[in-house]
Nanobody, 121 residues
Framework: QVQLKESGGGLVQAGKSLRLSCAASGNIFNIRDIGWHRQLPGKQRELVARVTAGGDIKYADSVKGRFTVSRHNAENTVSLEMNSLKCEETGVYYC???????????????WGEGTQVTVSS
């Protein structure tokens, strides 16, 4: 089994910054994609940013230029630096990873419990 533990959520004023971190632990052989999704009130969960094992990065169009995702393979961690936050980005942010648990295993999707980000005006 694999656990993803997020940290860093909280209350921040619009226009300010917040940094989220996620640490993966457990039975990890390697991690393919790892990144962040979010669920805003009344909306479906959506991709924010992800990093492939090869280092390719994808951002949602709405966060390009403001958010930066960083992957640290040695520690099995990923962070998300969020700048110029907007009130409408209030929601729950989830860490997601595709984890391979053994040399003959297929990748499995794992999710963290989520961390609340509240952006006030």
């Amino acid at each position: 089994q694999v656990q993803l533990k997020e940290s860093g959520g909280g209350l921040v004023q619009a226009g300010k910054s917040l940094r989220l971190s996620c640490a993966a632990s457990g039975n990890i052989f390697n991690i393919r994609d790892i990144g962040w999704h979010r669920q805003l009130p009344g909306k479906q969960r959506e991709l924010v940013a992800r990093v492939t094992a090869g280092g390719d990065i994808k951002y949602a169009d709405s966060v390009k230029g403001r958010f930066t995702v960083s992957r640290h393979n040695a520690e099995n961690t990923v962070s998300l630096e969020m700048n110029s936050l907007k009130c409408e980005e209030t929601g729950v942010y989830y860490c997601h990873a595709q984890v391979v648990e053994g040399i003959w295993s297929h990748a499995k999707d794992y999710w963290g419990e989520g961390t609340q980000v509240t952006v006030s005006s």
